[in-house]
């Protein structure tokens, strides 16, 4: 994990990271930081992987409406209905502009599930490391939180999508 910078993989649960997982945990990590979040979770995770996943992963979810601006807008989408249930009315998107966050923000709870959830799979498929389909598949199978929510929003068949992008591998 040498050509991960400095702090990027720290609390990352402990299985081993694929080589070709380090692009889209630095760019998950960069996402977190872009949003001004204090630690990177799922949907952090979706947005690298529709930005800097592997052809195959990016077209699966490019053909399913998740292209980096249709992960956007379902996340604007959950947010905004999530906030439509405490009878909030979300503020512009201008409003919400801030300055990138300057430190590492922590590995929350979401993102470390999905990891975990992905190092299972490659497990159950006698695989030394995870790979971004196994990721992928960890964050479809999701149950709780803001991507399944955003998922369910936009009309995501999760099991079609992973289909897809098991047959473009």
């Known amino acids: 994990m040498s050509d991960i910078p400095a ?3 720290q609390n990352l649960p402990g299985q081993p990271l694929s080589r070709a997982l380090r692009p889209v945990i630095i760019r998950s990590v960069v996402e977190a930081q872009q949003r001004n979040a204090s ?4 949907e952090h995770l979706l947005l690298a992987l529709s930005r800097d996943g ?10 399913a409406g998740l292209s980096p601006d249709g992960v ?3 996340l604007t989408a959950e947010r905004t209905a999530s906030l439509a249930v405490a009878g909030v009315t979300a503020p512009a998107p201008d409003r919400l502009a801030a300055a990138p966050r300057v430190s590492r923000p922590r ?8 990891l975990v959830r992905a190092h299972r799979v490659s497990s159950a498929h006698h695989r030394q490391r995870m790979a971004e389909l196994d990721l992928l598949a960890a964050l479809l199978g999701l149950e709780l939180g803001t991507v399944p929510r955003a998922l369910t929003l936009a009309g995501i068949d999760r099991q ?3 289909d897809s992008a098991r047959r473009a591998a």
């Open 107 to 114: 590995w929350g709870a979401s993102a470390r599930e999905a």
């Open 7 to 9: 702090g990027s993989s």
């Open 160 to 162: 079609g999508l992973l």
């Open 39 to 42: 630690a990177v979770e799922a």
């Open 54 to 63: 592997s052809p195959a992963v990016r077209t699966a979810l490019a053909d």
């Open 72 to 74: 956007e807008a379902a």
